[in-house]
């Protein structure tokens, strides 16, 4: 008797196991591309910020086409966030809220503020925190 309810027992255990397993599987393969697909967008978000970065150094802001591709890796971002919520059916209302955010200081920083150094640096700062800083959203002791 006691072989027998070791027996049902770890067959139960063993299937559950199994079940689980498959479980795991299916999620990992319904949620990588979601996964993948905000990294890439944050990718193109950051390479957007390192090109501002650059042509800050080299003194380029408010040259004509030189926010060419700056402009491209935003649009990047953006339609990869589109895309993951057709694909996911999830709200990313806030993320692009923050995307958003971010290009509207580049925007200023770039253009609105071309002529003003100060104001230009405090802008574009604010638009690499979004991308940057630690703990976005949460409260410090």
Same mark, same amino acid.
């Given at each position: ?5 070791t027996a049902v027992a770890a067959t139960a255990l063993f299937l559950s196991g199994r *079940?689980?397993q498959r479980s795991a599987d299916a999620l990992a393969v319904r949620e990588a591309p979601a996964v ?35 402009? /491209? *890796?935003?649009? +990047? +971002?953006?339609?990869?966030? /589109? ?41 574009? !700062? *604010? ?10 959203? /949460? !409260?410090?002791?």
């Open positions: 008797m006691l072989l027998v309810l *079940q689980a993948q697909g905000l990294a890439a967008s944050r990718l193109a978000a950051l390479r957007a910020d390192e090109e501002i970065a650059r042509l800050v150094k080299k003194k380029l802001i408010g040259v004509a086409g030189s926010g060419e591709a700056y402009r /491209s *890796q935003l649009s +990047a +971002a953006d339609q990869g966030l /589109s895309r993951i919520a057709d694909r996911t059916n999830q709200d990313l209302g806030t993320i692009k809220g923050l995307l958003a955010t971010y290009s509207d200081s580049l925007a200023r920083g770039t253009s609105l503020y071309r002529d003003d150094p100060l104001m230009r640096t405090q802008r574009l !700062r *604010q638009a690499e925190s979004l991308l940057t800083r630690e703990t976005v959203g /949460s !409260r410090r002791a």
